[in-house]
C-alpha cells in the first residue's frame, strides 16, 4: 500500500521553513526521503529506523512517529536549492517479507 | 565513479520494436530494483533482484517486461513489442540489503513513437 504524503505541493519564499508529512496505513519498519529535481533521478536525503530517533540533514531534519505510522521532514530557511520534489519510501513487513513503496511526492518550490 | 550506471540515457523506438536497458549497480550492492516513473508520479516498482534471483515482479507488469542478472552484478530490462504507454524514465536502484538506502542511476528515458 502507497503511503500518503501530504501538502501535495507547496510554494516558498527564500528562508521559509516547510514540512512534508508521510504516512502508512501499515506498522513501518523504517522510512526513507528523497529528493528529485526536475529531470533527474531520486537522491536519497536520510532514513529513519524503527526505534530511532531524529535525524537532520543541514537544515533538512526528520521525525519517525511509530505508533502513528508517519514520519514528517523538516526543511528549515529554505534556499532555492530545495526546490524540487520530495518523496518518502516507507519499509513495512509482512509474512512474505519487507516491501519498499514510494509514495506520490510532494512538490515544493522556492521563490527568490 | 562507483554509483549506478545506466545505459543507454535516452532511447527513441517506434511502436512495435524491442528495446534492451542496462544497469550497473553499485558493486558490493546485493539487491537491485528496477522502476518506471511517468511524468508527475512517485517511481512505480517493476522488479527486484537478491543477488541474480527475481525475487519479486509487479503484478501490474505486462510479460512483455522480462529482466535478467545473470551474474548478480549488472542488469537488463527488455521489453518487447513495446507500445506507446511504454514511454516513461526506466531507473535503476541498488542496496545492500532489503531496508537499504537504495541508490539511484540517472535513469533510462523511453519514447515510444
Known amino acids: 500500500q502507497q503511503p500518503v504524503q501530504s501538502p501535495q505541493a507547496v510554494i516558498l519564499r527564500e528562508g521559509e521553513d516547510a514540512v512534508i508529512n508521510c504516512s502508512s496505513s501499515?506498522?513501518?519498519?523504517?522510512v526513507h526521503w528523497y529528493r528529485q529535481k526536475h529531470g533527474e533521478a531520486p537522491v536519497f536525503l536520510m532514513i529513519?529506523?524503527?526505534?530511532?530517533e531524529q535525524k537532520g540533514h543541514e537544515k533538512i531534519s526528520a521525525s519517525f512517529n511509530e505508533k502513528k505510522q508517519q514520519s514528517s521532514l523538516y526543511l528549515t530557511a529554505s534556499q532555492l536549492s530545495y526546490s524540487g520534489t520530495y518523496f518518502c519510501?516507507?519499509?513495512?513487513?509482512?509474512?512474505?517479507?519487507?516491501?519498499?513503496?514510494f509514495g506520490p511526492g510532494t512538490r515544493l518550490s522556492v521563490l527568490p | 565513479d562507483t554509483g549506478v550506471s545506466q545505459d543507454p540515457r535516452h532511447k527513441i523506438t517506434k511502436r512495435g520494436q524491442n528495446v534492451t536497458f542496462r544497469c550497473d549497480p553499485i558493486?558490493?550492492?546485493?539487491?537491485l530494483y528496477w522502476y518506471r516513473q511517468t511524468l508527475g508520479q512517485g517511481p512505480e516498482f517493476l522488479t527486484y533482484?537478491?543477488?541474480?534471483?527475481?525475487?519479486?515482479k509487479s503484478r501490474l507488469l505486462s510479460d512483455r517486461f522480462s529482466a535478467e542478472r545473470p551474474k548478480g552484478s549488472f542488469s537488463t530490462l527488455e521489453i518487447q513489442r513495446t507500445e506507446q504507454g511504454d514511454s516513461a524514465m526506466y531507473l535503476c536502484?541498488?542496496?545492500?540489503?532489503?531496508?537499504?538506502?537504495?541508490?539511484f542511476g540517472p535513469g533510462t528515458r523511453l519514447t515510444v513513437l
Open positions: 536502484a541498488s542496496s545492500l540489503g532489503s531496508a537499504d538506502t537504495q541508490y
Open positions: 501499515k506498522a513501518l519498519y523504517s
Open positions: 529513519l529506523l524503527k526505534g530511532g
Open positions: 519510501g516507507t519499509v513495512t513487513s509482512d509474512n512474505y517479507g519487507q516491501n519498499f513503496v
Open positions: 558493486s558490493e550492492h546485493n539487491r
Open positions: 533482484f537478491q543477488n541474480e534471483a527475481q525475487l519479486e
